[in-house]
């Protein structure tokens, strides 16, 4: 009865290829977000979206393509993959309220571009 | 958003209270204050968050200082299991509600 939950927890793959990491909630969140955690252990929002609008965009390479076929999902498609994309990329869920919800994150996917 | 200030580090024994320290000297008067953790390889986890007023659940105790410029996490019985870097953060929310995160605490109980 996860909460966020992310498939693939690891993701091994060469530069240039395409991959994609998706995201459920189960909560009944209207908002979802992507965050990177790079390795000196900063995490960076990266988009959020609510109810399948995109919201934040932080300024993030046209190559990250966040996608949300309902509000349960948030995906995230990653192009022409470079070494700088190793990280372990968080998704996380916020209720409806006024913006002061706390987010319930997952446990992450640790991509690795070689 | 306000920015904050955190010790990089801290050690606790076991069992006792744990009391992380957050500045947040500019924070204006919408802005709260958030506390998450995180456990090695694990995603972010919130624990509590307040305004003005001191706020307990069952993780910890926030108490904010009357000025609103610091704060302190309690942790009342710290476990082994609470080593985790601690995070405090300062948001307005609002239709751009995200949070960011700093270097945090990175608290270690000791046996």
Known sequence: DTAVSQT??????QM?????????????????????????KFLKI????????LIINETVPNRFSPKSPDKAHLNLHINSLELGDSAVYFCASSP??????????????????? | DAK?????SMDCAEGRAANLPCNHSTISGNEYVYWYRQ?????PQYIIHGLKNNETNEMA????????????LILPHATLRDTAVYYCIVNSGGSNYKLTFGK????????
């Open chain 2, 39 to 43: 456990i090695h390889s694990q995603g």
């Open chain 2, 61 to 72: 105790s926030l108490i904010i200082t009357e000025d609103r410029k610091s704060s302190t």
């Open chain 1, 46 to 53: 990266m988009f959020s979206y609510n109810n399948k609008e």
């Open chain 1, 8 to 13: 693939p927890k690891y993701l091994v793959t």
């Open chain 2, 104 to 111: 945090g605490t990175l608290l270690t109980v000791n046996p």
């Open chain 2, 4 to 8: 904050t200030t955190q010790p990089p």
């Open chain 1, 16 to 40: 240039g290829n395409d991959k994609s990491i998706k995201c459920e909630q189960n909560l009944g969140h209207d908002t979802m977000y992507w965050y990177k955690q790079d390795s000196k």
């Open chain 1, 96 to 114: 409806p309220g006024t913006g002061y919800s706390p987010l319930h994150f997952g446990n992450g996917t640790r991509l690795t571009v070689t």
